[in-house]
T-cell receptor, first 111, second 111 residues
Framework: NAGVTQTPKFQVLKTGQSMTLQCAQD?????MSWYRQDPGMGLRLIHY???????DQGEVPNGYNVSRSTTEDFPLRLLSAAPSQTSVYFC??????????FGSGTRLTVV | AQTVTQSQPEMSVQEAETVTLSCTYD???????LFWYKQPPSRQMILVIR??????QNATENRFSVNFQKAAKSFSLKISDSQLGDAAMYFC????????FGTGTSLTVIP
């Protein structure tokens, strides 16, 4: 099925641990982004990419790294998890000028 | 940075009635895109409607329509014949390159 696949759906981390959230799309979209969603704050952009090999920071990039080695994949790495990173994370992709297709989200809890 | 404002954190509507959700945005650009997204309790983000700023005609998708007032930088969503399945969080978004999201309006549908 065409779309954006995000894994895992749920994750619990201990403070200081690292992990990678996976995101893959099969629609040949050039534009991919990672957002975090916190209550009352809507969606905040962490990092985005306009094509393979190109990434840039969004509104809240601290504590996160990304890479885009292929058009399809855009993993998000948490370097050293902190309780402030407890959130729901969404990956999304799109063509220029069109709406996002979102993944189903990852609920991350850092204890 | 662009800003998107949704001034109604919560709204309610009787089943079969009509409700309008408000959205304003700030931009100095003339060419951009506007979107409404729906997020039901399942957490999945679903594109509801898309509007191209250079088109004066308001977009419509079945029971969903927008009132796009470019000069006023206003982009409201009208839901007609509201159904129980319309209950969700609704996000307004602006796009020129990057996406910018509002903080959302939680819609309750009363049977």
């Amino acid at each position: 099925n065409a779309g954006v696949t995000q894994t895992p759906k749920f994750q619990v981390l201990k403070t200081g641990q690292s992990m990678t959230l996976q995101c893959a799309q099969d629609m040949n979209h050039e534009y991919m982004s990672w957002y975090r969603q916190d209550p009352g704050m809507g969606l905040r952009l962490i990092h985005y990419s306009v094509g393979a090999g190109i990434t840039d920071q969004g509104e809240v990039p601290n504590g996160y790294n990304v890479s885009r080695s292929t058009t399809e994949d855009f993993p998000l790495r948490l370097l050293s998890a902190a309780p402030s990173q407890t959130s729901v994370y969404f990956c999304a992709s799109s063509y220029r000028g069109y709406g996002y297709t979102f993944g189903s989200g990852t609920r991350l809890t850092v204890v | 940075a662009q800003t998107v404002t949704q001034s109604q954190p919560e709204m309610s509507v009787q089943e079969a009635e009509t409700v309008t959700l408000s959205c304003t945005y700030d931009t100095s650009e003339s060419d951009y895109y506007l979107f409404w997204y729906k997020q039901p309790p399942s957490r999945q983000m679903i594109l509801v409607i898309r509007q191209e700023a250079y088109k004066q005609q308001n977009a419509t998708e079945n029971r969903f329509s927008v009132n796009f007032q470019k000069a006023a930088k206003s982009f409201s969503l009208k839901i007609s014949d509201s159904q129980l399945g319309d209950a969700a969080m609704y996000f307004c978004a602006y796009r020129r390159g990057q996406f910018y999201f509002g903080t959302g309006t939680s819609l309750t549908v009363i049977p």
